[in-house]
């Protein structure tokens, strides 16, 4: 199957046009084809004139509610669905096209029975709520189930790392990846469910000198944020470039932030230095504004509670902090006092963010990241 256009919502009035486009696929390709709309503005696949140009109707439905109200149950979340299955099935009898949801990924976040538009709410608190997740998905996959013209549920951003949970999987992302909604989708699928995970005891901070949150793997329930949700610029196993083990690769367009957060609000007060090792793939990138070379420059800040990102921000690529001044394919190692961050009453940090600052594009890797409450010998 082909899909020949997905989420152009703002063309799908051009009847002419996207007949034209299928007939020109068709041409050169004799499988089905399909298109998919998302949910933007509402079930706007309802309004497309065109389903007979293609084999299947296929949907995003990102954005379609489920409940008017917090915390509903699955049956209530039916209820609420299926007179949008409804329409869609008098959208397949009248095309006799089938459906298919092409592609959908809830956030784990407490709210998102309102549609995946809540995630990008200003006033979102972004609670982890790993329950309704999997009702969520519970509550679609039953509203669609039974119905002869669906075709099934194409599952997007998951993201498996290796044989253990890099990132624990109580967290907001998007993926199912170690979660009771796994077991859901599994279950639909026709697989084996996968045990149910369990939060480590947290390790007793105070007596820690050294908190290590990478080393090959993310440690003490420390996760990873990368720009805009994208996991294919990051690989956080790779095994190429390594001071030891494994490393953190990440591509940063420029003002991209890779964001490392705690499980919660991290009261780091006992720490007095931050510590990692870095290597870049250049150490100038071109600054197509000015005409000429630029050195590459990366910020570390914190976020939280009392931080801002301007103020408590420092430039990781700025002596005394590394090493040696900054080159090219090769492992620094970089230091940075907290106190240097900024005079703040309160250490409570929600995330330390990897800016790229750089007129460019750069690669970086990263090894080793820790908190200290002595500064390292030299």
């Known amino acids: 199957m082909f899909s020949i256009g997905q989420e152009l919502n703002g063309t799908q009035h051009r009847d002419e046009n996207w007949r034209e486009i299928a007939a020109a696929v068709r041409e050169e390709y004799d499988g089905p084809i399909l298109y998919s709309p998302d949910s933007t503005g509402g079930e706007n696949w309802l309004e497309i004139t065109w389903w007979d140009a293609v084999d299947a109707i296929g949907i995003h439905p990102y954005d379609a509610r489920l409940s008017d109200h917090d915390d509903p149950t699955v049956d209530e979340m039916i209820e609420y669905l299926t007179p949008a299955v409804d329409r869609l099935e008098v959208l397949s009898k009248e095309f006799d096209r089938p459906v298919i949801i092409t592609e959908l990924a809830y956030s784990s976040i407490d709210g998102m029975s309102a549609g995946s538009s809540i995630y990008y709410q200003p006033a979102t608190t972004y609670d982890v709520d790993l329950q309704e997740h999997a009702d969520v998905y519970e509550a679609l996959i039953q509203a669609f189930s039974g119905r002869p013209w669906w075709k099934g549920l194409f599952l997007g951003n998951y993201f498996p790392t290796n044989d253990t949970l890099i990132t624990p999987p109580n967290n907001i992302f998007f993926s199912t990846y170690g979660k009771p909604a796994e077991n859901v989708l599994r279950s639909f699928y026709g697989a084996e469910p996968q045990p149910a995970w369990v939060a480590p005891e947290p390790p007793d901070i105070e007596d820690m000198s050294i908190q290590i949150i990478y080393d090959d793997v993310f440690r003490n329930n420390w996760g990873y944020w990368p720009p805009n949700n994208n996991f294919d610029i990051m690989d956080i196993s790779q095994k190429d470039i390594v001071v030891d083990g494994v490393a953190i690769e990440i591509v940063l367009d420029s003002y991209a932030d890779l964001r490392i957060s705690p499980p919660a609000s991290e009261n780091i007060s006992e720490y007095q230095w931050i510590s990692f090792d870095l290597y870049s793939e250049a150490e100038d990138v071109w600054d197509q504004g000015q005409g000429n070379f ?35 394919k090769h492992w620094h ?7 240097d961050f900024g005079p703040v009453r309160s250490r409570s940090v929600d995330d330390i963010s990897i800016r790229n600052i750089s007129p460019n594009t750069v690669k970086i890797y990263l090894d080793n990241i820790q908190l200290l409450k002595e500064k390292p010998a030299e």
């Open 333 to 339: 190692h970089v230091v940075i006092p907290i106190e």
């Open 294 to 328: 630029h050195p590459v420059n990366l910020l570390m800040v914190m976020f939280g509670s009392y931080y801002q990102a301007t103020p408590f921000s420092v430039e990781i690529t700025a002596t005394p902090y590394l090493d040696e001044t900054l080159k090219a």
